[in-house]
């Protein structure tokens, strides 16, 4: 399906939604749980680039308190909530997240 939809979230989340639609539950929930359970949190704080943290208003995969959290545990990362969005926020408010990334890399 193209992208070009100019923003919103509902054909983005049918999109997802058809695509999860071709695996096992089980096997999701699994990947998922995988995501938070890994080693990865705790060399955070050895980041030393810019970094943005891009969350959804209403993320359910990667809610906005653990992107926070991603973003406090790196030093001097820069945290933004695209409101309105879910998880894709460059497919659901495509220019917000080009005004925010942009700003970003103007200011780095």
Known sequence: MPH???????????????????YDPVTLKFLLRQLFNNPLGARLGQIAVP????????DSLVPPS????????????????????LHNPMDERPRRFQRVLLDFLLAS
Do not use: C, K, M, N
């Open 4 to 22: 070009d939809h100019g923003g919103g979230w509902l054909l983005p989340w049918l999109r997802r939604t058809s695509y999860e639609a071709l």
């Open 51 to 58: 970094t943005l943290v891009v969350t959804g208003q209403f």
């Open 66 to 85: 653990h992107a926070r959290w991603i973003a406090d545990s790196i030093p001097g990362a820069q945290y933004t909530v695209i409101r309105g969005a």
